[in-house]
């Protein structure tokens, strides 16, 4: 199976692609993990990416898009995946278009103000990247990642100043995409609100009707 999930930053989009790829045992690809592991290791994709990261812009199409059609060539990715972050942009998606054929597409429709309200929260494990929130995900033992200890930190692009600039870049950049695959019929939206596991339940719910509707059209 072949996912993409699109929202605007701090929508869930980490949060419950993690959960979904593990349930359906297909790759999560977080293009924004991708990114600041480059950081962290100051590579030279982690060179070009920091400053368009921690000033909220797009890292551009040109270098993205070669990540991605690498990423998903990758054996790990035979069975499918499940993107996340990507595509955010029209030649994103069509760099897609072209390479593969997606077999759904699920916009996770947050506003603006819940996101912000989320983001201004969020700490992540700088080790593994696990997300959390002290309403809504608090760790078991606090500053310390559940999984593999690594202390949690904030996002340095976080800052309510660097949010503002992401969101309004959302809006400019990507709500085109979502439009784009409305349009092709190949987009679910999840409208719902509810904490991270009820929204889970709508997820996999939303992704094995799909399944099944694909399936009947099949038949
Ligand atoms: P990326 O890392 O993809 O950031 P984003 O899209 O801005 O989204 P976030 O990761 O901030 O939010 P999320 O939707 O994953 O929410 P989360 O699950 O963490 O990209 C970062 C940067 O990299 C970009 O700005 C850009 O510079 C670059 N980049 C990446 N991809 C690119 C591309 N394709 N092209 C160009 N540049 C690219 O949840 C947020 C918080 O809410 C957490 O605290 C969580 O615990 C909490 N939460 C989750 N669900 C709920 C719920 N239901 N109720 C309450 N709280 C919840
Ligand atoms: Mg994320």
Do not use: W
Not at 101 to 125: G, K, Y
Not at 171 to 179: A, D, F, G, L, M
């Amino acid at each position: 199976m072949k996912l993409a999930i699109l929202g605007p930053p701090g929508s869930g989009k980490g949060t419950q692609s993690t959960k979904l790829a593990h349930r359906l045992g297909i790759k999560h690809i977080s293009t924004g993990d991708i990114l600041r592991t480059a950081v962290k290791d100051k590579t030279p994709l982690g060179k070009k990416a920091h400053e368009f990261i921690n000033s909220g812009q797009l890292v551009p199409d040109e270098l993205m898009i070669g990540i991605v059609k690498e990423r998903i060539a990758e054996k790990d990715c035979k069975n499918g995946f499940i993107l996340d972050g990507f595509p955010r942009t029209i030649p994103q998606a069509q760099m897609l278009d072209k390479n593969i054929a997606l077999d759904q597409v699920i916009f996770f429709d947050v506003s603006e103000e819940e996101c912000s309200r989320r983001l201004s929260s969020r700490q992540i494990c700088t080790q593994c990247g696990q997300i959390y929130n002290p309403t809504t995900r608090p760790p078991l033992r606090a500053g310390k990642c559940d999984k593999c200890k690594g202390p949690l930190a904030t996002r340095e692009d976080d800052k309510p100043e660097t949010v503002k600039k992401r969101l309004k870049v959302y809006r400019e950049q990507t709500e085109p995409v979502v439009e784009f695959y409305k349009q092709s019929e190949r987009l679910s939206v999840m409208g719902k609100s509810g904490t991270p596991d009820e929204i889970f339940e709508y997820l996999v719910n939303l992704v094995e009707s799909h399944e099944r509707g694909r399936a009947a059209g099949r038949a």
